[in-house]
């Protein structure tokens, strides 16, 4: 059901903007998304304690915790996710170019 209504709401769209579907498209903010996983199997402290000091020194920006950390920064975000069935950490960075989207990774992507 949610993608005939997703299928609707994009023609609708399309009716209003009217021109083609790939005009559309490019009208729209670029963003892109990187992931990476990092192995933490040798790391002397747990997914969880990383988690939480990044909770800690990202205190400022808008947080949301409800599946491993998501960082929203003004035109980027990360999110930063333990698995529960490897030793690994899963990060994705979504930025406006893939320039700032890596950077991010770096930031995070501790070993």
């Known amino acids: 059901m949610d993608a005939l209504v997703g299928i609707a709401i994009t023609l609708q769209h399309l009716l209003e903007f009217g021109g083609k579907l790939s005009e559309l498209k490019n009208s729209l903010p670029q963003y892109f998304i990187l992931k990476e996983k990092i192995d933490i199997s040798k790391s002397k402290i747990s997914a969880d304690k990383i988690i939480k000091e990044f909770s800690k020194k990202y205190k400022n920006e808008k947080l949301n915790t409800s599946d491993g950390l998501r960082i929203d920064f003004q035109k980027s975000w990360v999110h930063i996710r333990k698995s529960n069935t490897e030793p690994i950490l899963r990060i994705i960075a979504e930025a406006p170019t893939k ?13």
């Open 99 to 111: 320039t700032e989207a890596k950077k991010l990774l770096n930031q995070f992507a501790i070993t």
